[in-house]
Structure formats: C-alpha cells, structure tokens
C-alpha cells in the first residue's frame, strides 16, 4: 500500500513538472481567433507573452501551462487578434521631427500656443530655433492672423517658425525677420505675401512663397536630433500598435539608397 502511494504521489509531482512547460507569463489571452500568419498554423485559440515577447501560440489547452500565480489572464470571448500592422509608406524621419517641435494643434486661441512657446524657450539653448505646425486661427475666439509680438513677448531672442495646419502659412517671431532681414521695404515674392501692419511693417505672419525667406535660414536638423527624432517616432509607432514602418527619402537625401536603416535605428529597435 505504501509502494502504491508513493507511486501515486510521484505521478502527481510528475505530472505537475510536465505541464509546467517552458517560462510563466506575464500575460495570456485565451478563447480568441489569433491569426499567426505562420502557413503551417494559420489560426490559434491562445497566446502568451512574457514582458515585450511572445513565448508561445496554440490552442487554450496547450496555452494554460504558461499560467503563473501572478499571469494576468484575458478571455477574448471570440475576438480576434493580429499582429502589429506594418506600414510600407510612411516619412519616418520626417513623423519624429514633428514629434520634436511644438504641436499647434486642436487649440482654442493663440494664447495656449504662447503658452507652449514660452515653456519651449526655457528648454532650448540661446539662438537656437523654436519650430511648431498646425495652428489654425479659423478655430480661435478671435479669428485673425497671429502678430509677432505675442511671440517677441515669450522668446525674444529665440527665432520662432511656427507653420500653419495646411501648410500655407507661418507665424514668426521679429528675431526670424530679422535673420531672414525681412522689413518693410522687402517686397513680396512670387507666389507668396508678408503679412503688414498699416505703415508696411512685417505683422509676422508670411503666406506661402514667403516663408521660405525665413525657412531657408533654419539650420538642417542635427544627428543628435535626428537620434531622437527616431526615437520619438519609434515611440508613436509602438503606442498605435503599428509595428513596424519603412522610410521613404529623397533620392537626393543622404544615404537614400542605402539598403542598411541606420545605427540609431537599429539601437532603438533593439530595445524593444
């Protein structure tokens, strides 16, 4: 009779070990329609995942020795999952420098963009430009033209280029006129127009053609920036599920036809 027990109690203990398969989960999602796209197991019941890896995919049963005391478990009631989406066209570079400059958008008068301009100017180092996009004075209490003083009152000695939401426009600050010397004697130029005060002074608001005067004085971006420009698109891609993005560039941009994406790249991706 002892022997018996003992042989039962070893089974159990075995039995235990053999469904303890391989590392516990953080979290798992069961009674779902996963789509894998594996061609030899197209669909499955269940996943596990441990921190930022996937540890195992198949059926609930198979799945459940992933289950820890601490495993957060999911019942997707039929839902359906699939991986991240890949975007094939998509500006990479370009996404992580808007990231880095100061969001103009979906605000209700210019004084909340004064607002971020003023906190901007005490993050960056003397001289250096302050640049934004998407303010839209249609959408504001008062709707006119931006003027530089607003901007002269925050950041006097920063240069500031703000672009409209469409593109059309760009609200500067008198120290970006004064590094394009744009004054009142410059004259519009073809295809563009400076807005003016009354007396021919520059308002600082410069319509289409007119604000490459002061665009083409703003220093390319540096490898520093670029560096976090990557990382900060890295970021925004992860955080809206889409997994993985390809980078279009000018053939004219440096490296265009390289085949390798860049180290800075490559380190960020390593992360996760």
Same mark, same amino acid.
């Given at each position: ?55 195992? =995919?198949?059926?609930?049963?198979? /799945?459940?020795? +992933?289950?820890? *005391? ?6 997707? %009631?039929?839902? @359906? ?42 993050? =960056?180092?003397?001289?250096?430009? /302050?640049?934004? +996009?998407?303010? *839209? ?6 709707? %006119?033209?931006? @003027? ?125």
């Amino acid at each position: 009779m002892r022997n018996m027990k003992a042989l039962m109690l070893m089974s159990l203990a075995l039995a235990a070990c053999q469904t303890q398969k391989g590392p516990v989960a953080d979290l798992v999602l069961m009674n779902g329609h996963i789509i894998t796209m594996d061609e030899g197991a197209p669909e499955a019941q269940a996943i596990a995942v441990a921190g930022d890896r996937i540890l195992a =995919v198949g059926t609930d049963a198979a /799945i459940e020795s +992933r289950i820890g *005391d601490s495993t957060e478990v999911v019942d997707l %009631e039929g839902k @359906t999952v699939i991986p991240g989406m890949i975007d094939s066209h998509v500006h990479f570079i370009g996404l992580g420098n808007r990231l880095l400059q100061l969001d103009a958008r979906n605000v209700r008068d210019q004084d909340e963009i004064i607002e971020r301009v003023a906190e901007q100017a005490k993050n =960056v180092e003397p001289g250096e430009w /302050i640049q934004g +996009r998407g303010w *839209d004075q249609n959408r504001w209490t008062v709707k %006119e033209f931006p @003027t530089k003083e607003e901007l002269d009152a925050v950041s006097p000695e920063n240069p500031v280029y703000l672009r409209r939401v469409d593109g059309h426009a760009a609200w500067v600050n008198s120290r970006a006129l004064e590094i394009a010397n744009i004054t009142r004697d410059t004259p519009d130029p073809a295809g563009g127009r400076i807005i003016r005060y009354a007396s021919g002074e520059p308002a600082g608001t410069l319509i289409d053609n007119a604000f490459r005067l002061v665009s083409q004085h703003i220093p390319p971006i540096s490898k520093e920036q670029k560096r976090r420009a990557i990382g900060l698109a890295i970021e925004e891609c992860l955080s809206s599920d889409e997994k993985l993005r390809t980078s279009l560039r000018k053939r004219s941009e440096p490296g265009a036809n390289a085949p390798k994406t860049s180290r800075a790249n490559e380190r960020r991706a390593s992360e996760h």
